[in-house]
């Protein structure tokens, strides 16, 4: 693209005009047009016009984000790919309803830019929005009971509406609580005393290819994608189709235990611990250091149940992440003091997945510096996940396609199951 043809595109950002920018953007013929150039522009096309002209609630758009302060909700899109007539948005929401950041990924066809945009954002707002302005409001919600760690939890449920994209079957299934109705006896035992969990649902079919997604808190399900994929095999089309839902799920504040790392501050905390864990286990190069490793941690971060899971549990995600071709439980097994073990789904504790994502990203990020690779190895070496991959890999020639069962973690009696 022409420093002419920026400069005709800035001008409209200056006066506010977007519809014009697309205009401007539509006339760029297709062999001048830079699609990464253009990002920028179709972003504030999408902020400044998509967003306020698809909703009927007020919005405060500042700093490429858009709040909508009656749900005190943000949204920042980004848009990661565009072509001519495709986009793929992803979307990062805030709101004191959770922890940190929930994701979600919006993608869009269409005859050019603007159609492709309306597409993809189209079902963003009918489906997620649509079910969060109920859970928002409290409206009509499906009441459920749990119970972990020996406490009861209740649970309010909302369903967003069910999106499709592409060619839609004659036998299509649209009573929104389909899904729920076949997942809920799954989903509810994979409850632990979260405050929101988002559950995500996709379902699709081509020239009878079957795909059954079902995420709980952004993690997969095997076992309830298989029953989506269930759901989606009778339909009767050789064409491509999709249906995405939402279930939204909120604890009730009587049930909602407190949680240590909650917050901004306590998601600090939190990061500060697994680091400081990961050094001393790095620095424990003796056996005597070794031994007394566990001990040392739980004095030093001032949280025995932190403590422990992070010398039980890091290993395990270490080396489960590095031995990705291999399949894994949806389940571990923990026994406190003499007690019989209990078996807890990985979305059930609360610090499970937190830990494997901050260590990732002290890993990433530069945290450790040229010790990140050897403090990964290390961890994987002491893993017991490692030490059966090389019993299997000693009798088979690949591990591919191997399956581990839960393992089985021994924790002191002062370990809080949380």
């Known amino acids: ?7 005709s595109l800035d001008k409209f950002l200056e006066t506010g005009d977007y519809q014009g920018l697309m205009n401007a953007i539509s006339d760029i013929p297709e062999s001048d047009r830079n699609y990464e150039s253009l990002i920028p522009y179709c972003r504030k096309y999408l902020l400044y016009e998509v967003f306020p002209h698809s909703l009927s609630v007020e919005l405060d758009i500042r700093d490429d984000q858009v709040r909508i302060p009656v749900w005190d909700l943000s949204v920042a899109p980004v848009i990661r790919t565009l072509t001519n007539n495709t986009i793929i948005i992803d979307l990062f929401l805030t709101c004191p309803l959770w922890d940190g ?12 830019i603007r159609q492709a945009m309306a597409t993809a954002m189209g079902s963003f707002f009918f489906s997620f929005l649509d079910g969060f302005s109920s859970v928002m409001d409290r409206r009509d919600p499906i009441m459920a009971e749990t119970s972990f760690a020996g406490k009861e939890h209740r649970f309010e449920i909302y369903l967003s509406n069910i999106t499709g994209m592409g060619t839609s079957p004659v036998d299509e299934e649209t009573d929104v609580a389909v899904y729920w109705n076949a997942l809920q006896d799954g989903i509810l035992k994979r409850l632990g005393n979260q405050a929101f969990c988002l559950v995500k649902i ?10 059954g997604e079902c995420r709980i808190g952004d993690l997969p399900s095997s076992e309830l994608g298989s029953i989506v994929a269930g759901l989606v095999e009778p339909w009767e089309t050789e064409q491509f ?10 604890q009730t504040e009587d049930t909602l235990l407190p949680y240590p790392y ?3 501050e306590g998601r600090r905390k939190f990061r500060e611990a697994v680091i400081t864990a990961a050094r001393l286990f790095h620095e424990s190069d003796t056996e005597e250091l070794y031994e007394s490793y566990p001990r040392r941690l739980a004095e030093t ?6 403590a422990q899971e992070c010398c039980s549990f890091l290993p395990e995600l270490c080396a489960q992440n590095a031995y990705s071709q291999v399949s894994y439980g949806e389940t571990i097994g923990i026994s406190i003091g003499d007690a019989p073990s209990v078996t807890c789904y990985h979305s059930q504790l609360s610090d499970y997945w937190s830990l494997w994502n901050v260590l990732l990203s002290a890993f990433q990020d530069g945290t450790f510096g040229q010790e990140a690779n050897t403090i990964y190895r290390e961890y994987i070496s002491v893993s017991a996940t490692y030490s059966v ?4 890999q000693e009798k088979a020639s690949t591990l591919s396609g191997s399956q581990l069962s839960a393992l089985l973690f021994q924790m002191d009696e002062d370990f809080c199951l949380r």
């Open 1 to 7: 693209m022409s420093f002419f043809q920026i400069a």
């Open 101 to 112: 950041q929930l994701y979600e990924c919006c993608s869009g066809v269409g005859s050019d």
């Open 202 to 211: 996709f379902g699709s079919k081509f020239n009878g290819e079957i795909t």
């Open 241 to 250: 189709y999709s249906h995405k839902q939402f279930i939204m799920i909120r």
């Open 262 to 264: 909650s917050g901004e």
């Open 301 to 306: 971060i001032g949280d025995k149940t932190l």
């Open 389 to 392: 991959l090389q019993q299997i």
